[in-house]
Antibody, heavy 118, light 111 residues
Framework: QVQLVQSGAEVKKPGASVKVSCKAS????????LHWVRQAPGQRLEWVGW????????RYSEKFQGRVTITRDTSASTAYMELSSLRSEDTAVYYC???????????WGQGTLVTVSS | QSALTQPPSASGSPGQSVTISCTGTSSDVGRYDYVSWYQHHPGKAPRLMIY???MRPSGVPDRFSGSKSGNTASLTVSGLQAEDEADYHC???????????FGGGTKLTVL
């Protein structure tokens, strides 16, 4: 069955970077875009960005432009989201999610808690 | 990137129906029929419940239904069951530049 398995929780200091992985299985990795969405404590889901896994194109929310990089390794069926210059407001659960046509997130990873604290 | 507006909470007794609204703008909900709804139990991954405003993925009970009028989409849960208690988030496609927007989430309580 389709699965997205994310890396484990991270604790980072302000100003540091974090890289979260999302390993896909059960489907052809390059056939579906992958998005990253986060949820800070008590806040709404927030779209971070996406990658066209097939051609490596990316697009990011304006809010994170310049601080986020989404990449993929097709040989490992894994996508990555790196967020730099971390601040306390970046403390959140980060999810990877697969986009199926049209514009629906049909599969989600289990989430990765990133805590930013001095 | 404008967010969608949902009521923070909704409730109903077992067997009743409840409707959750999701208000956007003419640039997202009003423009495209690409509204989806997600059920989110704390500590778990969100689950797709409705896509393209009214469509249900396989495995989702037909107690869940979606609709849209103008800039507002709605999720209706009929015949409420205890396991329906969760947070519900709407999402809409907002065109090429504002790629995705989410609502603030609605906590559904089954009384």
């Amino acid at each position: 069955q389709v699965q997205l398995v994310q890396s484990g929780a991270e604790v980072k200091k302000p100003g540091a970077s974090v890289k979260v992985s999302c390993k896909a299985s059960g489907y052809t990795f390059t056939n579906y875009p992958l998005h990253w969405v986060r949820q800070a404590p008590g806040q709404r889901l927030e779209w971070v960005g996406w990658i066209n896994v097939g051609n490596d194109n990316t697009r990011y929310s304006e809010k994170f432009q310049g601080r986020v990089t989404i990449t993929r390794d097709t040989s490992a069926s894994t996508a990555y989201m790196e967020l730099s210059s971390l601040r306390s407001e970046d403390t959140a659960v980060y999810y990877c999610t697969r986009e199926d046509w049209p514009y629906q997130f049909d599969q989600w990873g289990q989430g990765t808690l990133v805590t930013v604290s001095s | 990137q404008s967010a969608l507006t949902q009521p923070p909470s909704a409730s109903g007794s077992p067997g009743q129906s409840v409707t959750i609204s999701c208000t956007g703008t003419s640039s997202d909900v009003g423009r495209y029929d690409y509204v989806s709804w997600y059920q989110h139990h704390p500590g778990k991954a969100p689950r797709l419940m409705i896509y393209e405003v009214t469509m249900r993925p396989s495995g989702v009970p037909d107690r869940f239904s979606g609709s849209k009028s103008g800039n507002t989409a709605s999720l209706t849960v009929s015949g409420l069951q205890a396991e329906d208690e969760a947070d519900y988030h709407c999402s809409a496609y907002a065109g090429n530049n504002n790629f995705r927007v989410f609502g603030g989430g609605t906590k559904l309580t089954v009384l």
